[in-house]
């Protein structure tokens, strides 16, 4: 991650201390010895189905309805098999499904559950971004969706408008609390 992503690391450890869990054990462990201020789940790993991941998810889905905040992005929508991707948000009680897969330009939904501590002006509008859509997010759970004329940035085919039901980052709130999908850093 520190090689691909040296910009996100480097904003992250100047307000945060970093602890990293490879494992299911190691998750398991770290979520039971730390207090966070998120969790950010970067790749596909919590999402195959076993003992061991169905645990630490659950640990997860407690931690945000008890007002934690949890962030999936970065690798994880290129590294879940096409299966897993709905059931890892079923597992959150999420109907969340994967969409299409392709750049576009969006915009910040006004309605959309942007956490507290993130002012609508720091986002930048219009934003173009390539991201795996995720389809069956209710509207109020859209956080970036694509503008109006919005259309399949494509160099290879031509322009085709993009079905406004779909959604680049979806948040929802788990009780009274959040949980965030970006395939971008948010």
Do not use: C
Not at 33 to 62: C, H, M, P, Y
Not at 144 to 155: N, R
Not at 159 to 179: F, I, N, W, Y
Request: aromatic share 6%.
């Amino acid at each position: 991650m520190d090689a691909i992503y040296p910009t996100l690391i480097k904003s992250l450890l100047e307000v945060a201390h970093i602890t990293r869990a490879k494992s299911a054990t190691a998750a398991l462990r770290t979520i039971d010895e730390t207090t966070f201020k998120a969790i950010i789940i970067t790749d596909g790993g919590l999402a195959e189905s076993n003992q061991e991941t169905r645990e630490v998810i659950a640990k997860i889905k407690s931690y945000i309805e008890n007002g934690g905040l949890a962030i999936v992005g970065l690798h994880f929508a290129g590294s879940v098999d096409l299966g897993q991707f709905g059931d890892f948000w079923r597992a959150f009680g999420l109907s969340w499904k994967r969409g299409s897969y392709h750049r576009s330009t969006f915009r910040l939904n006004p309605s959309g559950p942007l956490p507290e501590s993130i002012a609508p002006s720091l986002l930048p509008e219009p934003y173009s971004m390539k991201v795996l859509h995720i389809k069956n997010a209710e509207r109020h759970e859209r956080l970036f969706v694509p503008t109006e004329d919005a259309v399949v940035q494509s160099l290879v085919s031509s322009p085709t408008h993009v079905d406004q039901a779909q959604t680049a980052v979806a948040g929802a709130r788990l009780e009274s609390q959040k949980t965030s999908n970006a395939d971008q850093a948010v």
